[in-house]
């Protein structure tokens, strides 16, 4: 039962096809840090290669058909691509979801303030977090500025290498006694996590005379006002490009691999396939790490809502095509799972762990302790996925998330097994899970990519 290295078995061709495929993987990282930015490198590669928008094609009264391709995004932060297959949809879709936020921390609507000479941006982290890891890192800002006139200010500050970077300070060691006698969780607390920005003060001015001096450069170089930063949407991320890891360059270093690394090997998939018996739906959605919720999460009507406009271009709509679509769907829950680490082994179950090179990770199900908040996906699905990756010569394993009363995690699985779809969870070991710099085997990302193209054709 104990799956072997892939590395083991790789052609010269193969390699030559790995490398090109985490070559283009690292660059999505790099141009993707938030969601934003996400959705518009998708709609790039989607358009480039002949998907239109839902709502042209509702524009043109046409119908659809067999090759179609389709995309419809959500609030600029969700997409979903769609590729018409030869059946009707009422047969189902064999669908690839992912999500592309990931742990982070947000600018509050209220953050600038001065104190002691030195200017900061007041911060709210966001998804699960180790707070100390955030601390004495590069941290460039990404993100938008909705000015009152509906004016978008694109902003990204710290990645070019004439750019300034940002820091969340910490106590020296000299004086940090009992800041290390407190637990991990409160070394760092949350509202210590603001970001040092400044600590020129402006000429002539004697009350917060840094603040005034940052405000006046906001406005110089940006435009910015200092009420804007209420309709604004800034997130802090790791400043730097995704790396190569390793003397033999086997391992991807990024930010942000959790979970944009099920999603653009969903979007390499989605975007090969050609002739399908069944259509195939890409959807690459946000919100997961704090729980799937509001508009542009899984818990929203988004996707069911395009699914509906989608059986409305074929003919007739009605609410029983709909749910026969979903219903009669399959769906990878494209997401990673905890790599086996053997310097924190007694956080795994060794037989039931996934490991890095050794392929694409099947979950039967996630949830924590006694499977709670799982989707635990069912023995006759499982055997298709076997066969299907077993005649696409696709390297998998099987793992749970840790041992049984350590901890646990959820994906959005749960969310479209309600329609009564079938679901699992699939994707890549990841080892620094959470972390601002996390780490892949580009074994796993080669094998996650072509396991997703083989179940699209299936």
């Not at 966001?126 to 500025?145: C, E, N």
Request: with cysteine; aromatic share 8%; glycine share 8%.
């Amino acid at each position: 039962m104990e799956r072997k290295n892939a590395w083991k078995d790789y052609t010269k061709k193969e390699l030559k096809e790995l490398e090109k495929v985490n070559k283009e993987y690292r660059r999505f990282l790099t141009v993707g840090k938030t969601e934003r930015e996400c959705v518009k490198e998708i709609l790039k590669q989607a358009t480039a290669a002949g998907y239109e928008s839902l709502e042209a094609v509702m524009e043109s009264g046409r119908k659809i058909k067999k090759g179609d391709k389709i995309y419809a995004v959500c609030m600029n932060k969700s997409v979903a691509l769609f590729h018409i297959g030869e059946q009707p949809l009422e047969q189902g879709m064999n669908i690839l979801g992912a999500h592309i936020d990931s742990p982070r921390l947000d600018v509050k609507q209220n953050p600038l303030y001065e104190d002691s000479d030195l200017a900061y941006l007041d911060t709210h982290y966001y998804g699960g977090i180790k707070k100390y890891q955030w601390v004495t890192l590069p941290l460039a800002i990404h993100g938008v500025v909705v000015k009152k006139d509906g004016e978008t200010i694109d902003i990204c500050i710290g990645e070019n290498d004439n750019d300034p970077v940002f820091c969340v300070t910490d106590l020296l060691i000299h004086l940090a006694g009992t800041q290390l006698e407190k637990k991990a969780a409160k070394v760092i607390e949350g509202e210590k996590l603001d970001l040092l920005i400044g600590s020129i003060p402006l000429a002539k001015e004697e009350k917060d005379a840094v603040k005034a001096n940052v405000l006046k450069l906001l406005k110089e170089q940006y435009d910015i006002e200092e009420e804007d930063f209420i309709s604004a949407e800034l997130e802090i991320v790791p400043a730097g490009a995704a790396r190569e890891l390793g003397i033999d360059r086997s391992m991807i270093m990024s930010y942000g691999q959790d979970d944009r690394v099920c999603a653009y090997t969903s979007l390499a998939a989605m975007l090969e396939v050609k002739s399908l018996q069944k259509t195939a739906c890409c959807l690459l959605v946000d919100k997961e790490e704090i729980g799937s919720v509001g508009a542009t999460g899984m818990q929203s009507h988004f996707f069911e809502n395009v699914v509906a406009e989608l059986i409305n271009l074929t003919g007739k709509y009605s609410e029983l095509k709909l749910k026969r679509c979903l219903a009669n769907c399959r769906m990878l829950s494209s997401d990673v799972n905890a790599a086996y680490d053997p310097l924190f082994a007694d956080a795994f179950e060794k037989k039931n762990a996934s490991y890095c090179g050794r392929g694409v990770v099947f979950s039967k199900f996630t949830g924590s302790r006694g499977k709670s908040g799982s989707n635990d996906a069912n023995a006759e699905y499982l055997a298709e996925l076997r066969k299907i990756m077993d005649d696409a010569g696709v390297a998998y394993q099987t793992a749970e998330l840790g041992k049984v009363d350590i901890g646990g995690g959820g994906t959005i699985a749960y969310i479209l097994s309600l329609y009564g779809m079938q679901v699992i969870d699939s994707g890549v070991a990841v080892l620094n899970m959470h972390a601002p710099w996390e780490i892949t085997s580009k074994a796993d990302v080669y094998e996650a990519k072509k396991c997703y193209a083989a179940f699209l054709l299936a």
